[in-house]
Structures are given as C-alpha cells and as structure tokens.
C-alpha cells in the first residue's frame, strides 16, 4: 500500500463550547471530514497512528498543548506535518492581555484576564509551532466563521472582537519551511452556505484531497491546494478570499492523491491543456490582485487558467517547466505593472510565449494592465499589442469582459 513517509497531523474541531456560544455541526463535519480523508489508504494514506484528532470535549486547552508538544517530540527535520484547526479565533486588541487566541472548549470570557488565562495565545501557538523539527508544516485555519459573531458578548466595554489578523498569519508563517493556508482574508468570515454539510472553505478543501487535484505524479503539494481551494471558494462567495502565508524554499508533498495515483489535466477540443497562462509578478500588490481578483474571475467564468510559480513541477528544470506550461496555455496574460516590467522572470516569461507565437504565427501574448504604466517606456514588442485596462475607473469592469470572451475564443493567426 502506497504511503507519504514520514507524515503527521493534528486535527482540532470545537463546535459544543462550555462556556460561550456554540458554532455549527458543520465544525465537526470538517474537521471528521479531513480525518477520514487523510487516514483512508485510498486517498491520502497518512498513517492512522501519526493522527490525532481532537473534537469538542477533547479540545481543551490542555489537551491541545499536550498535542502540539507531542508533534515535537516524535517528529523530526524530515517530517511533514498536517495542523487543521476550526473553531472560534479572537483579538484582544489592547492592554497587558493584547494578542490573538485560539479558543478551546473550555475557554472562559467573562474578562480579558480570564480568556487569556484559558485560551491559546499567539504568541504561545507561534512558539509551539516554531518547537516542531518539522521543515514542511502547514498549518490550516478556519476560525473566523460568520456564525460565531457576538460570541464574546460576555466581555463588555472591552477590547476584544472575534476572529483572527492577517498579522497573525504571518507570525505563524514565520520560519523555514512554514506555510499557513487560511479561509479567510482580514476581516472577512467563513461561510457555510445553505444546506451545505461543511464549511464553504473546507467542502472545496476536502473535494481536492479526494482526488479533484490534478497531479503529474500522484501526490498533492502544497500550492495545488491553494490554486485549488482559492478560486473555488470566491467564486462561490465573493466575500471570502482564502489567504496563504508561507516561509517556503519548496512546494512540498502534503498527502497523496488517491493513494498516489496520478492525474494528467485533459487538453480540450482546442488542443490546448489551459485557456491561459497568468504570467505576474509574485509580489505584493501584484500576488494579491491576482490571486483574489483575476483568477476567481478566470475560473468563475469557466477558464482553464495555469498561474505562474505554480503549475511548475518541483525538481525540475524551471525553464524546462515554464516553457511547457506556456505550450500548454492558448494564450499567455501577462499582467503589466511596474513592478511586473522591473521582473527578469516575468520578462523570460513574455518573451518566451511572443516568440512561440511569431514561430506558430499565431498571437499568444495578450496584455493586461493593472496600475497605471507610462506606455512609451515598454518594449516596443508590447506597445504594440492592444493592452486591456482592467483598473480604468469607468472601463475596468467591461475589459474584464473582453478579457474572458478573448479567452474563451480560438487562438487568432497572423494569417
């Protein structure tokens, strides 16, 4: 029977709180979920014994830290270790108790004191994590649902509100081999939609851990979840943008796909394995744009899309994989902003496909602009080509448009 090696997880669900609201049954259907997932030998194949699952009543405060003390203790630099956590997250905002929380089941919130005293401060999660040997560690957080608004109620004339910081993933993402995949943007929430049996974030999560992710050799990494879940998600509610941090020198395994079979993406009628290839510069805003604006844009609309930095198989040669994924995609976007035109790769990358396009005689190359640019300063190869504006204050939202119906129409020919 195939198996990931070396491979270990902490599941923590709390729904049924003793002493402040309660969060839906879906909380325990997620995180029921992801065990069942992760344990069956048909799909991810961790091994039973290295998963620990802590739901409702099991969930204190103690119990969690003899949790995480134990991933320390059996682990080691080589491990891979999975962390899923849904429950209620909170800010103390100000004052001697300022941080953020996760809470256990039997947190207390009658004061500020008393949360911090029963709770899993940042500071204290952020140390255990850094305490594991573990080099590939994701850690997946659902602790702002939109259910649990006005769980802390109790604490009046305070400082403290519900749900978690963008800072507060980044002080868990902090250190080699760390990476945080969250459901939800600084103040947003997670939504569950009605009728569904689990969250929004965790229906689409556990939909590719069962074998909706595509893999060339079987197994799922780290940035095919998030390529995955992240569009899905926001095109299901566009309030919600899942947000990933990470600290990472490699897009590591974290479970198999069905038990390690592979799954090769099918090219269409068209020839073609994407409608796009979004060549950007993986820096911020850049990043952001496109990972919560353009592609769940893309995907909504149907669009085969390959993002940059992304689709490259690991291990292999990085101009080898770009050159393949461009010959796979019917059109390159590359989305033009200063920082995109100071960035050697991001260069390599337009290049690349403007020359298979004149070798095809074909028209590959389709520019997009996000940020204004002084024009008489591109190359003259892209001020040549009709360039889309999406942020034009009065046109932004008809580009997007011609944007997807060009996407979704033939390549166009020189001919």
Request: charged share 20%.
């Amino acid at each position: 029977m195939a198996t990931l090696p070396n491979t270990h997880a902490l599941l923590i669900g709390v729904a049924d709180y003793q002493h402040v609201n309660p969060l839906p049954q879906q909380v325990r259907n997620d995180v029921q979920g992801i065990y069942a997932v992760l344990v069956d030998p048909q799909l991810c194949a961790y091994p039973p014994e290295n998963v620990t699952l802590l739901l409702d009543g099991q969930a204190t405060q103690v119990a969690i830290r003899l949790a995480l003390a134990d991933l320390t203790a059996k682990t080691d630099a080589g491990a891979t270790v999975l962390l899923y956590i849904s429950s209620h997250g909170a800010q103390i905002e100000t004052g001697t108790f300022a941080d953020e929380y996760l809470l256990p089941v039997d947190v207390q919130a009658t004061s500020e004191a008393k949360l911090a005293a029963t709770a899993i401060a940042g500071k204290e999660f952020a140390g255990a994590l850094r305490a594991i040997p573990a080099r590939k560690l994701l850690v997946m957080l659902d602790c702002c649902h939109a259910a649990g608004i006005g769980v802390l109620k109790a604490i009046m004339g305070t400082q403290v509100k519900d749900g978690l910081s963008a800072a507060y993933y980044e002080r868990l993402a902090t250190g080699q081999g760390r990476a945080i995949l969250a459901a939800a943007d600084r103040d947003e929430k997670s939504y569950i939609l009605p009728g569904a049996t689990n969250s929004l974030f965790t229906h689409h999560l556990l939909a590719g851990l069962r074998g909706d992710i595509a893999s060339e050799d079987g197994v799922i990494r780290l940035f095919d979840l998030f390529e995955y879940v992240q569009p899905k998600v926001t095109a299901d509610h566009p309030a919600q943008h899942p947000v990933f941090k990470a600290d990472l020198r490699d897009n590591f395994p974290v479970a198999l796909r069905l038990a390690g079979q592979p799954k090769t993406l099918a090219k269409g009628v068209d020839g073609f394995v994407y409608d796009a290839y979004l060549s950007f510069a993986d820096k911020e805003p850049d990043a952001a744009w496109v990972w919560t604006k353009l592609a769940p844009a893309l995907e909504q609309a149907g669009l085969r899309i390959a993002i940059s930095g992304v689709v490259q198989r690991p291990g292999v040669d990085l101009v080898i994989e770009t050159e393949r994924a461009i010959r796979e995609a019917k059109r390159t976007v590359i989305v033009l902003s200063p920082t995109y035109l100071a960035d050697y790769m991001a260069e390599f990358e337009n290049v690349l496909a403007q020359s298979l396009g004149i070798q095809e005689g074909t028209y590959r190359l389709l520019p997009i602009q996000i940020t204004p640019i002084d024009r008489t300063h591109l190359p003259t190869r892209l001020s040549m080509l009709t360039i889309l504006d999406l942020t034009h204050p009065y046109r932004g939202q008809a580009e997007l448009a011609r944007l997807i119906t060009t996407l979704q129409q033939p390549l166009p020919t020189r001919r």
